[in-house]
């Protein structure tokens, strides 16, 4: 099966999803206090309705696309939030070492999608 390219951006937009999960989790739990309805809190449901879009986003990329080169896409999800962090938690930074990550994990992903051309 030859992967579709519009199965590829999908789940380039699914990285945004998902990284979006994380950083409204991360958004629920600043101020929680012990107790289970604390957890119910909105930046906590709205990571959960995020993930659950991903989900069915990535479902449908697998089902047009080889799971050797979709998968690793999600990989480009450290990179959103690593970027997107800072502009919510100001104790968050980036520095030359994350920005090195992320060359590392954009050069990986793109010697996989290479990879699945030979």
């Known amino acids: 099966m030859k992967t ?10 699914c990285t945004l999803v998902t990284a979006s999960a994380q950083i409204s989790w ?16 909105l930046g906590i449901l709205l990571g959960f309705f995020f993930y659950g879009v991903g989900a069915l986003i990535m479902i449908i990329c697998l089902k047009y696309g080889e799971l050797s080169v979709i998968y690793p896409i999600i990989a480009l999800s450290f990179i959103w939030v690593n970027i997107f962090s800072p502009r ?3 104790t968050d930074s980036m520095n030359i070492l994350k920005w090195v990550g992320i060359l590392f994990i954009i050069g990986g992903v793109a010697f996989v999608g290479i ?4």
């Open 4 to 13: 579709k390219s519009w199965a590829i951006a999908l789940m380039f937009f």
């Open 26 to 41: 991360k958004l629920g739990v600043i101020n929680i206090k012990p107790g289970l309805i604390n957890v119910l809190n």
């Open 88 to 90: 919510f938690f100001p």
């Open 115 to 118: 990879g699945s051309k030979k």
